[in-house]
């Protein structure tokens, strides 16, 4: 940023470091108000300095011409309604307050959500598959889980052998309907879910009300919640050998 050098600043080392060598001989001194005028000018007229700036106008920006038509059409869209509605201005509020009402009982009807869901269901590729085909997860996999839970409850840590069984229980749900489990579900989510399938969903039960009391209410699962989640998982898996 340029500075323009004015009569009071005429201190005689900024004068005289400004000045060109040939006014060397001008000494801090001998310096008069003419002198020193001069030197001023002389400095200012070098251009070295910046002292003037130019002023630039902002562009003109103009509307579009089919955004102007647009703006007028919607306009006369809206005068247009407004003279239709007029007859209805003293009982307008009353309408509005009237529709809102019927939205809201509309939306929280469980008619009205299960028909929503259906056809949401409908148009979802990973729902191909109905609800009560039966399933049930590989011995080898069920063997496994329940060796862990084993063991995490032969040191006490019930609850945590529990939430690995809901944990293990949801991915292999996930496996079987790909897709099925989305990221935003909760237990319960998955358990009122149209397409769980019917054989899973009473252990699935079981497990998550244990669960939830652990997490939620602080209840601690202890031996009897173990047992009774692990005797879930087992009669529903019912592959001979496992238990």
């Not at 307050?97 to 028909?115: G, I, K, N, Q, T």
């Not at 009122?192 to 699962?221: C, K, N, Q």
Request: charged share 20%; hydrophobic share 45%; aromatic share 8%.
């Amino acid at each position: 940023m340029g500075l323009r050098l004015s009569d009071s600043q005429t201190d005689a080392s900024v004068s005289a470091s400004a000045a060109a060598p040939s006014n060397a001989s001008v000494t801090q001194d001998s310096l008069t108000s003419d002198q020193a005028r001069s030197l001023i000018d002389k400095v200012n007229g070098s251009g070295y300095i910046q002292t003037h700036f130019t002023q630039v106008k902002p562009p003109k920006t103009e509307m579009p011409q089919w955004l102007k038509d647009l703006m007028h059409w919607l306009g006369d869209v809206i005068t247009a309604i407004g003279k239709i509605l007029a007859p209805l201005g003293p009982i307008m509020p009353w309408l509005i307050y009237l529709l809102v009402f019927a939205l809201a009982m509309l939306v929280l009807s469980p008619f009205v959500r299960m028909l929503i869901r259906q056809q949401i269901e409908r148009f979802l590729p990973r729902d191909v598959m109905k609800p009560e085909t039966m399933w049930r997860p590989t011995k080898d996999a069920a063997a496994a889980l329940l060796h862990d839970i084993d063991a995490l409850a032969a040191k006490g840590e019930y609850d945590e052998a529990v939430h690995l069984l809901l944990l293990r229980s949801v991915a292999d749900l996930n496996a079987y309907r790909p897709d099925l489990v989305r990221t935003h579900y909760s237990s319960r989510d998955i358990l009122s879910h149209p397409l769980l399938p019917a054989d899973a969903r009473p252990a699935f039960g079981e497990i998550t009300r244990w669960v939830e009391m652990s997490y939620f209410a602080g209840i601690r699962v202890g031996r009897e919640g173990f047992d009774a989640c692990r005797q879930a998982y087992v009669d529903f898996v019912a592959i001979e050998g496992i238990g």
